[in-house]
């Protein structure tokens, strides 16, 4: 197929040649995904999806400035492309897209909805009008609470309530969405989109990248764990100001802070004078499955997080979870009872909820034990579900999960 429309951007730039193109297979459904960057855990769950359809995945850029990540993408099976974008501020323009449905005709393309992928969205949006394939808005958006908007600058604020008029613009030409948390499905149907064109599942953590720890030796003190990037939303800071009062009782614990980030200084500042808070910085893959095996519990004190996959991670070793009900990844937590939900913002409930599992060893062994019942947590057919209930609207080949069930 020979696509005559213009890319928009192309008045501007010159389109140059896609990084990589794996020609498409012709008795399959084919189908592009549009994702931000490589992120190592998406990997494996798009290596899945491509034993059901034709996929070719593009990538906006390859990496961003504020993660560590380390992902091998030539060891996976899938087509992909790594764009070259011009960077406009948080936005990222990719000419070359024009290129890529040129020299393939694709029957579906799904489109991870972010800023950084906006000009791409709408690219595909436009597109969707003029030719027959069909647009799907992959959606992790939640509602933020007010522990959140109280971080909000006025000029996020602003800019907030311009992305949501576009929002609006762009749930208009959706065929239908894909919502990665019930919160995310939640937050379409807040914008009027109907329940029957969303499409719903739970992130995963795939277990291929979950390393075992080598050896691990047993703690004195009762540990608590925090890893994750260091910024203010995620609210480590209430997770201090907690401990600090956990330590005015107790003296066999400790707090580990794991990550890195913007707000790693502050966070030293809040904690100075507090006994046995130990930051070990950005921690590799293999570390971390040590750190995980040694705590005898993981916090996760965010103010808003579209999932939060370190939940799935803790679970995934055996370490029962508090976390707040601004993390999406609750849904998790409360379906397994592998955990506590606490309200976000809020440092002594935090910690009148640590001190009560300290205190109650049997109700900690209890959630410790049903994590081996949260497998939906780190396994790809869990992940590819709802791409697959997504794309059995669209593709004649492709059960949805019901039906392969």
């Known amino acids: 197929m020979l696509l005559t429309y213009v890319c928009p951007t192309e008045l501007l730039f010159n389109c140059p040649r896609v990084l ?58 899938f087509a992909y492309t790594v764009g070259r974008p ?33 000009p791409a969205s709408l690219f595909v949006a436009l597109l969707s009008q003029t030719t027959d394939t069909k647009f799907v808005l992959w959606s992790e958006v939640r509602e933020p609470g007010s522990p959140y908007l109280e971080l909000e600058s006025p000029w996020r604020t602003a800019l907030r309530r311009v992305i949501g008029i576009y929002r609006k613009v762009l749930y208009r030409f959706a065929d239908s969405f894909l919502a990665l948390s019930t919160d995310a499905e939640q937050y379409l149907r807040s914008y009027g ?62 707090l580990i802070i794991g990550g890195s980030g913007p707000y790693e200084e502050r966070l030293k500042e809040v904690a100075e004078g507090v006994p046995d808070v130990q930051f070990v910085g950005y921690v590799p ?44 990844s609750r849904e998790l937590v409360e379906r397994t009872d592998t955990g506590i939900i606490v309200p976000a913002g809020d440092p002594d409930a935090l910690a009148d909820t ?37 794309l059995s609207r669209y593709c004649s080949g492709v059960d949805s999960v019901s039906q392969i069930e």
């Open 354 to 390: 640590i001190n009560s599992l300290i205190s109650n060893p049997t109700r900690l062994r209890l959630l410790e034990r049903q994590t081996e019942t949260a497998s939906e947590a780190w396994q790809p057919e869990t992940g590819i579900a709802p791409f697959l209930d997504s």
């Open 193 to 254: 989109v109907t329940k029957d064109r969303i499409d719903t599942g739970p992130q995963v953590m795939p277990v291929s990248l979950l390393p075992e720890c080598e050896a691990f030796g047993g703690n004195e003190s009762f540990r608590i764990l925090y890893l994750g990037y260091l910024r203010e939303r995620k609210g480590v800071h209430h997770l201090i100001n907690a401990y600090r009062r956990i330590r005015a009782r107790k003296d066999d614990v400790e």
């Open 86 to 118: 011009y960077r406009i501020g948080p936005l990222r323009f990719n000419p070359e897209l024009q290129a890529l449905f040129r020299e393939n005709d694709f029957d579906v393309c799904i489109v991870g909805e972010n800023t950084s992928t906006a």
């Open 20 to 77: 990589r193109r794996v020609p498409m297979k012709s008795d399959c459904c084919s189908v592009l995904i549009i994702h931000n960057v490589i992120a190592p855990y998406r990997l494996p769950l798009f290596d899945s999806l491509s034993d059901h359809v034709d996929l070719h995945v593009f990538f906006c850029e390859a990496s961003r400035s504020d993660r560590e990540w380390e992902a091998e993408v030539d060891q996976y099976d």
């Open 285 to 328: 893959e293999e570390r971390k499955a040590c750190w995980y095996r040694s705590a005898d519990l993981f916090v996760l004190p965010t103010l808003h997080d579209a999932w939060g996959l370190v939940v799935n991670e803790a679970l995934y070793y055996g370490v029962p979870v508090v976390t707040t009900d601004e993390a999406a």
